[in-house]
């Protein structure tokens, strides 16, 4: 198997970064971390280092300054957990799944239910035809094939995933689709002068993100800009359901508003916001954006030279580049949950010990972002970075796989406490995980405090 290094030279180089930034890079640490038979340390720490290393190349096109760059890969899993390890005010995370989530038997096997938002809940209990109940649902999928009961649900607004094999998961038309895309896509779409960086004091001062995502994958590629000097600022509706612990973990460094896309005022403040921004970040549900008047070439008509940041679940070719996904979805339906439950010797699925298609994907999103930008910067235009969580999951199955990886102990507290701070918040005192990327002159961390959704006006902060 490749090592960390090698992996993460292949990416770096995939997307232009010079090959002697790595000189300055530093790894450490061994796996595998997790009990998992998967390499996820190793993939949380060349995820992380990623985006580090193009901060550390930026600040260096600002400044001439070049900086060592060092990633643990303890501390990087740990940080691509960070929401198992939040405190507010001493007080641990509630429940992280909705009573009817999870997995259940179908007639030919299993599927995954994701009901955390009310919407998918009841458009699953729609389509089975039962109250929300765990006993309810179980008897009324054991009526239904596994693929048939996928294909019904998502037609129906729902989000579930059939388990699959990975051989059967790459049999699929989608598999083979994906298979011929990069795990990150920068492709130029428009036309702009070269634009200078503005003043500042750290790799990304003076830039403007507008981040639209919520749950993970995408809330952690703003949380990663913020933390190397961006000003990001999250949208999102008064109406839109969120997973307030995630949007806790995820917020900080993050300015917060409100803005109704639904009506034309929305839609207006959003174009304004646009016009003076550097990177729009977005994890809408494929084209539903483009819907609203946003896709990226109109973003890129409205502001020449913005770099435009796409997440979808299972990428955007194929036949399934419009369906709705998670990281806990995307992990059935590709192999990785039955994969998991072979080595450990079950018969059903089983998880990955994190979320590691939502946290790798983000920190990759953070790093295309950057990437980007600095092109920008270079040659001009406007560009459209693409990532997956199923392109993420493409990645990690090929990093190989972990022998006996199961029998790994996990973490405990006292192994996590060392990459724990406490700060202030508008949600009370938070304990969580630092950023785990160490940067010896433009050190990482977020300047602005996690806030409620909707805390501050639509409107950038002032440039230094």
């Known amino acids: 198997m490749q090592s960390p290094r090698e992996i993460l030279s292949d990416i770096w180089t995939s997307v232009g970064g010079e090959?002697?930034?790595?000189?300055?890079?530093?790894?450490?640490?061994?796996?595998?971390?997790?009990?998992?038979?998967?390499?996820?340390?190793?993939?949380?720490?060349?995820?992380?280092?990623?985006?580090?290393?193009?901060?550390?190349?930026?600040?260096?096109?600002?400044?001439?300054?070049?900086?060592?760059?060092?990633?643990?890969?303890?501390?990087?899993?740990?940080?691509?957990?960070?929401?198992?390890?939040?405190?507010?005010?001493?007080?641990?995370?509630?429940p992280a799944w909705d009573a009817i989530a999870g997995t259940y038997k179908t007639r030919d096997g299993f599927v995954r239910l994701h009901t955390n938002f009310p919407h998918h809940r009841d458009a699953v209990c729609r389509v089975l035809n039962c109250q929300a109940e765990r006993d309810a649902v179980q008897a009324a999928l054991l009526q239904w094939d596994g693929e048939a009961f996928e294909t019904a649900a998502y037609?129906?607004?729902?989000?579930?995933?059939?388990?699959?094999?990975?051989?059967?998961?790459?049999?699929?038309?989608?598999?083979?689709?994906?298979?011929?895309?990069?795990?990150?896509?920068?492709?130029?779409?428009?036309?702009?002068?070269?634009?200078?960086?503005?003043?500042?004091?750290?790799?990304?001062?003076?830039?403007?993100?507008?981040?639209?995502?919520?749950?993970?994958?995408?809330?952690?590629?703003?949380?990663?800009?913020?933390?190397?000097?961006?000003?990001?600022?999250?949208?999102?509706?008064?109406?839109?359901?969120?997973?307030?612990?995630?949007?806790?973990?995820?917020?900080?460094?993050?300015l917060t508003s409100f803005v109704e896309l639904k009506n034309e005022q929305g839609r207006t403040a959003l174009r304004e916001l646009l016009r003076e921004a550097d990177i729009f970040s977005q994890g809408y549900r494929p084209r539903a954006l483009a819907s609203l008047g946003f896709p990226p070439e109109d973003a890129a008509r409205i502001n020449p030279g913005i770099i435009y940041v796409t997440l979808s679940a299972y990428g955007h070719a194929g036949p399934w580049a419009e369906r709705r996904g998670f990281d806990s979805l995307v992990q059935t339906a590709t192999g990785f949950n039955h994969?998991?439950?072979?080595?450990?010797?079950?018969?059903?699925?089983?998880?990955?010990?994190?979320?590691?298609?939502?946290?790798?994907?983000?920190?990759?999103?953070?790093?295309?972002?950057?990437?980007?930008k600095a092109r920008r910067a270079r040659e001009g235009g406007s560009w459209h970075v693409q990532v997956s969580l199923a392109q993420t999951g493409r990645w990690l199955w090929n990093l190989g796989r972990v022998p006996g990886g199961l029998d790994t102990r996990d973490l405990t507290g006292e192994a996590v406490l060392p990459f724990i701070e406490e700060v202030d918040s508008g949600f009370g005192v938070l304990r969580s995980v630092r950023h785990s990327a160490i940067l010896s002159k433009t050190p990482a961390f977020w300047a602005r405090p996690a806030m409620p959704l909707g805390s501050h006006p639509p409107q950038w902060p002032a440039r230094e």
Request: a positive charge.
């Open 339 to 372: 994969a998991e439950g072979q080595a450990a010797g079950i018969v059903g699925p089983k998880e990955l010990p994190a979320q590691m298609l939502d946290h790798a994907t983000g920190y990759f999103m953070a790093f295309g972002a950057m990437m980007a």
């Open 19 to 94: 090959a002697s930034a790595l000189d300055a890079l530093t790894l450490t640490g061994e796996g595998p971390q997790l009990p998992s038979s998967f390499r996820v340390a190793a993939a949380a720490q060349i995820s992380v280092a990623t985006s580090a290393l193009a901060a550390a190349a930026i600040w260096k096109m600002r400044s001439g300054e070049a900086q060592e760059v060092t990633v643990d890969m303890r501390h990087a899993v740990v940080e691509c957990r960070s929401e198992r390890y939040l405190r507010v005010d001493g007080k641990p995370p509630p």
């Open 155 to 254: 037609a129906g607004g729902a989000v579930v995933a059939f388990m699959r094999s990975h051989d059967e998961w790459s049999a699929t038309p989608h598999a083979r689709a994906l298979a011929g895309l990069p795990l990150i896509s920068i492709t130029k779409i428009g036309e702009a002068a070269p634009k200078r960086w503005p003043r500042g004091k750290r790799p990304l001062a003076g830039i403007r993100v507008l981040d639209l995502s919520r749950v993970i994958a995408g809330p952690v590629a703003g949380r990663t800009l913020a933390a190397h000097g961006a000003d990001v600022l999250l949208i999102s509706g008064p109406e839109l359901p969120a997973i307030p612990w995630l949007t806790i973990d995820t917020g900080r460094g993050k």
